[in-house]
């Protein structure tokens, strides 16, 4: 492992705040939405617990105060109760983030009495047969009985679902849902294209209409709940007119480790060729932080180019997402295209477009590709 970095060479650069341990990418659900990668099934090293108590003490050493155990589904991990009280040993705050398969009631007596703080429960829909054809398993009575454990128990009841074109129009439902389970907040994030999602983009895009009448929908509904339960909306990228402030700027806050030990800025980062992340195997955290060229490679706006080189709010939103600038205009270095200011503004419009006509198709002409490890080698990259 390489020596430290002396103290004099980092100042410039802010600690990371956020530490996600991505345990592993195995899960017993098969969302088409998934933003881990395509390729995962060629991916089957794990960190055994021992190195990922390393990483914990490192990131910990460094300043990061959050930890985020998450998927693939983290229960499939049999150390996860493990992880967790270290964690809480070291003085993070844990936030586990899960389907909530696997997670039986000794399971979850044990992660509370370790002192886990957080858990993040996700639905696909709120009635059992989208929900389940949407992880194409049967869940949702489980997953209902997981929410119930999770009140039982007294945690913050906060509860996830991504939306699409197939679900979008049933978000006053899933509100309702939500309230009848005692959610306290309830995050409807939109679908983002990275990943899966990203190779079913035609499938899962929502119409204008179908995004205007589900805003309009939530809007009259925290007015009615109030106070009740807090409901985040987060709009889908390619509806917006401004960039998003990408994990608050690449290698500013997060710091990501895949299930392998691959460090990266942002969960998606492995999508972007010609840069080589390094691994916690064989290099420290603090190197990987402060010196690696991968975490350097989008570090404040020398790397950046004209429009964003000049524009006034770069230090605002950081040029928008590398990724999404790279899977839609083939350079990362690119201003994100969702930006009213992107030369390649136009064809996120004509992504759009092109999603609603698919629509429009007899169903089945564009079937939905769903996470599993056959669909998974298929897409690999060679």
């Known amino acids: ?128 047969e989208m929900n389940d054809f949407l992880s194409s398993t049967k869940t949702f009575d489980l997953k209902s009985r997981v929410a119930r454990l999770i009140k039982q128990y007294d945690y913050p009841m906060v509860l996830n679902v991504v939306l699409h074109r197939f679900n979008l129009d049933h978000v006053e439902r899933i509100i309702e849902m939500a309230l009848d389970m005692g959610v306290e907040y309830l995050e409807l994030a939109n679908t983002q294209y990275y990943g899966w999602a990203l190779v079913n983009r035609a499938q899962l895009m929502p119409t204008r209409e179908q995004l205007a009448r589900a805003e309009a929908t939530v809007e009259a509904c925290r007015a009615r709940i109030g106070n009740r339960m807090r409901i985040l909306f987060v709009v889908p990228d390619y509806f917006e ?73 770069k230090h605002r939103d950081f040029g928008g997402c590398r990724c999404q600038a790279y899977a839609m205009t083939g350079d990362a270095e690119n201003a994100d295209p969702v930006c009213a200011k992107s030369p390649s503004h136009g064809d996120v419009h004509a992504i759009v477009m092109h999603a609603q006509r698919a629509q429009a198709l007899p169903q089945g002409t564009q079937p939905i590709l769903f996470r599993t490890d056959a669909n998974s080698r298929t897409l690999s990259p060679k």
């Not at 060729?273 to 060229?293: E, K, M, Q």
Request: glycine fraction near 8%.
């Open 1 to 128: 492992m390489n020596a430290p970095l002396p103290a004099a060479v980092t100042p410039a650069i802010a600690p990371p705040l956020w530490l996600l341990a991505e345990l592993t990418y195995r899960c017993p659900l098969h969302c088409p939405f998934c933003f881990n990668p395509v390729g995962y099934a060629n991916e089957r090293a794990e960190l055994d617990t021992a190195q990922w108590f390393d990483v914990m003490r490192q990131a910990r050493q460094l300043g990061a105060a959050q930890l985020g155990f998450s998927g693939g589904e983290p229960l499939m991990r049999d150390d996860l109760e493990e992880l967790v009280g270290e964690g809480r040993r070291l003085g993070f705050y844990t936030n586990l983030l899960t389907s909530g398969i696997g997670l039986t009631e000794a399971r979850l007596a044990r992660m509370k009495e370790l002192g886990l703080d957080h858990i993040q429960l996700s639905f696909q829909d709120s009635t059992r």
């Open 241 to 313: 007119e401004r960039p998003k402030a990408c994990m608050n700027g690449w290698g500013s806050v997060f710091l990501g480790i895949a299930p392998d030990g691959s460090a990266l800025p942002c969960h998606a980062a492995r999508s972007l060729p010609g840069i080589a992340f390094p691994n916690v195997r064989d290099t420290s955290l603090r190197d990987i932080w402060y010196a690696s060229g991968a975490f350097n490679r989008y570090r404040g706006d020398a790397w950046m180019k004209p429009p964003c080189r000049d524009c006034s709010e």
